[in-house]
Nanobody
Framework: QVQLVESGGRLVQAGGSLRLSCAASGRTFSISRMGWFRQAPGKEREFVAAIWWNGRGPNYADSAKGRFTISRDNARNTVYLQMSSLKAEDTAVYYC????????????WGQGTQVTVSS
């Protein structure tokens, strides 16, 4: 099992930028892919971005393309989500996920970090 701790969420004004971090521990050698998801109030959790641990990828949801960048630091077992041009609709709890397979169906999840964008 992989333990994940997200950080970096806070209140930010629309148009601003924010970087989220996700530190992994435990069986990190088993990670094949990591991703960011988000869940807004009253909505289902949705995919934001993902990256392969070996550097392949990344891929993004349409809502994130051109504004968000996912990256990873294998030496620190950390994945980042750099967000810019933030909009009010980006307000959500952001979750980090680590998978040992090609999908996130059986991923390990972090506790989430709140991002609030004020308009």
């Amino acid at each position: 099992q992989v333990q994940l701790v997200e950080s970096g969420g806070r209140l930010v004004q629309a148009g601003g930028s924010l970087r989220l971090s996700c530190a992994a521990s435990g069986r990190t050698f088993s990670i094949s892919r990591m991703g960011w998801f988000r869940q807004a109030p009253g909505k289902e959790r949705e995919f934001v971005a993902a990256i392969w641990w070996n550097g392949r990828g990344p891929n993004y949801a349409d809502s994130a393309k051109g504004r968000f960048t996912i990256s990873r630091d294998n030496a620190r077992n950390t994945v980042y989500l750099q967000m810019s041009s933030l909009k009010a609709e980006d307000t959500a709890v952001y979750y980090c996920a680590a998978s040992t397979t090609t999908t996130f169906e059986r991923a390990d999840w972090g506790q989430g970090t709140q991002v609030t964008v004020s308009s």
